[in-house]
């Protein structure tokens, strides 16, 4: 399996790439063909994109939504942006965008309304989707990239922007005015910085959280359940993952992501945040196997013996089937398993669960963690680098975003705007707890190699995790193998690709921060 297919793993589960969630609405718009000459009405077509042309008519039904926005059209990008402008200087203009082959129909669908907007034709590259990776840095090594855009998994960012594979955004931000500071810091600074220089603009603002069975846990905890008191330490979530453990009824304690490859290490990460777990000095030594590193192993050892049978082998889409099949009573996962847990035709365990604030470790910090996701980002060699810029400004505007978690389709929005919309909140049952959050979570640095080191890590993890190694080996060998990979990606004799100081803010945001609880 190559990266990029255990990347997408999580997104190819439910056919969401790129532009998939526009695209499933986008396809009722039956906006007119794109015509240079004859471009529709801006207002017009800014009117279709809208929670009556792109919310599902199920969803819209389930919640009685009305056509009122679940964004600030204020903040949404679309409907600020002088479209005559962006006319004026880009109609008759192409943009190439590369994007997994699977998705080339839908994602033209989805892009007809930009087309309609700005006058730019698109024309989609299309790349295999197991090599998404290995094509994109050999077109980009080659320095005659066939794509202007790409969005992809935002811990590769420092292997595209390191080399300066990729085109700094900033004139464009500040030209065409793009709300970066409606974006949650965690997002704006991991998923759009590099070496202090804006490369990309966040897509998939995803966030790990704890999610609970109410008819399962209050039984345990003899009532209701307190989104930040109920379970406030992971030595209690232990606790009662193993009390519902004994309840049986074919419901297992627990549900986590243990198989190999970077799932552990994103558990690992996970649990370790809350220790106070940092990757690096300011040296850029990895410091795997410190005290907070350890804490996480042993915690994750102790959960392991409540977690249902397979939790060794199990990614997201086996995580996600087993929560909401109602396989299981308590689950660390993504802030996704919350929203499609409401929805019906998804989920068996509707309004039988809730998500609650993170669970905290003694001397360590409260840092829920910001982990995967994906970003948007212009090719330093593209022909119209300001018309990709346009284009995934568009596809990235807080409303598109915010009618993708109505659609509950995985693609999350990572807006203040959009994530503090109480019509939103209504049909999204994490999203306050998710918000609130965010102004502390934490982050692993998108260094060259990053994701290569965590793929190294989580073979070890999940050895330790099976009984091949002790703890202290696994991370003893992940911090070998990620000394060697930084080598051979620049950092050595004290040289590095990018400063500490410009990524150490985004590691973790909390610093300072009152509790939201």
């Known amino acids: ?89 880009q109609s008759g203009k192409t943009v190439r965008f590369a994007i997994g082959a699977a998705d080339q129909d839908s994602a033209a669908e989805g892009l007809k309304p930009f087309e309609a907007l700005s006058g730019i034709k698109v024309e989609l590259v299309p790349i295999p989707d197991d090599s998404f990776y290995d094509k994109a840095v050999a077109e980009f090594v080659s320095g005659n990239a066939s794509f202007d855009a790409l969005q992809f998994f ?108 970077f799932w552990s290490t994103y558990t690992w990460e ?13 040296q850029w030594n990895p410091q795997l196997a410190s005290d907070a590193g350890m804490k996480a192993m042993d915690i994750i050892m102790a959960l392991q013996k409540n977690a249902i049978e397979g939790t060794s082998g199990a990614g997201w889409g086996e995580n996600r089937a087993a929560w909401l099949g109602g396989q299981v009573a308590t689950n660390i996962s993504w802030q996704d398993s919350g929203t ?16 609650i604030y993170e669970p905290r470790i003694a001397g360590g910090v409260f840092a829920p963690p910001n982990i995967a996701g994906s970003t948007s980002c212009v090719a330093a060699t593209s022909q119209n680098p300001e018309g990709a810029f346009l284009m995934l400004a568009f596809l990235t505007t807080s409303s598109i975003m915010a009618m993708n978690e109505a ?24 999203m306050e707890v998710w918000a609130n959050s965010l102004e502390h979570a934490w982050c692993a640095p998108r260094l060259p190699g990053m994701f290569e080191m965590e793929q190294a890590l989580g073979n070890e993890i999940n050895r330790a995790v099976t009984g091949q190694i002790s703890a202290k080996e696994a991370l003893e060998n992940g911090q070998t193998a990620w000394k060697k990979i930084m080598e051979k990606n620049g950092f050595s004799g004290g040289k590095a690709p990018v400063a500490y100081a410009d990524v150490a803010p ?4 909390g610093a300072g921060k009152p509790l939201p609880f």
């Open 154 to 261: 935002s811990p590769w960012l420092g292997d595209f922007a390191a080399p300066g594979f990729l085109a700094e955004l900033d004139d464009y931000a500040a030209k065409w005015k793009l709300p970066l500071d409606d974006f949650y810091d965690t997002y704006r600074l991991n998923y759009g910085y590099f070496g202090g220089k804006l490369v990309g603009i966040p897509f998939d603002c995803d966030i790990q959280m704890v999610h609970l069975r109410k008819s399962i846990v209050e039984k345990i905890l003899g009532g209701p359940i307190d989104k930040s008191k109920s379970v406030p330490s992971y030595d209690e979530l232990i606790r009662i993952s193993g009390e519902a453990n004994k309840l049986g009824g074919g419901v297992a304690g627990l549900g986590m992501m243990l198989a190999r490859g």
């Open 1 to 89: 399996m190559t990266l990029f297919k255990q990347s997408v793993s999580r997104r190819s589960f439910l056919r969401t790439t790129a532009t998939v969630g526009l695209a499933a609405g986008a396809a009722g718009l039956k906006l007119p063909a794109f015509a240079q000459s004859n471009l529709p009405d801006i207002q017009a077509t800014l009117d279709k994109i809208s929670v009556d042309g792109y919310v599902r008519e199920d969803y819209r039904k389930l919640y009685k939504l009305s056509s009122d926005p679940l964004w600030d059209p204020a903040k949404d990008w679309i409907r600020t942006v002088d479209w005559e402008k962006v006319r004026s200087e």
């Open 506 to 509: 985004g590691m973790y945001v």
């Open 340 to 355: 499609q847990a409401m929805r019906p035709d998804q989920s068996k365990i509707v309004d039988d669960f809730v998500t």
């Open 270 to 282: 996970h649990i370790g945040a809350q220790a106070g777990l940092k990757l690096f000095d300011e």
């Open 407 to 430: 659609n509950a389709n995985g693609v999350a929005p990572g807006y203040r705007s959009v994530l503090g919309n109480e019509r939103l909140r209504a049909i999204s049952q994490p």
